[in-house]
């Protein structure tokens, strides 16, 4: 299954939002229920185990190393 046929651009970035919501708690119920309404709307399995704090610390790791190649990118010009 190539992921680009089940995730939109629009749709990730709604999920990356729903990581960064600094209350542990609200944040992991978001984003578990997020993962399940599109698990279910695409006919995907449902998270299981540590799924859902593996998806956490995966986005949150993508976004600080985002954020430190941009800021190099910018004094590096």
């Not at 309404?37 to 399995?45: G, I, Y």
């Amino acid at each position: 299954m190539n992921p680009k046929d089940k995730y939109s651009l629009q749709e990730w970035a709604q999920l990356f939002l729903l990581v960064t919501i600094d209350d542990h708690t609200t944040r992991t119920v978001k984003v578990r229920e997020w993962v399940c309404q599109h698990s279910t709307a695409n006919d995907l399995p449902q998270p299981s185990g540590n799924d859902i704090k593996y998806l956490i610390e995966e986005a949150l790791q993508f976004l600080e190393k985002f954020s430190e190649n941009h800021i190099d990118n910018m004094y590096n010009r």
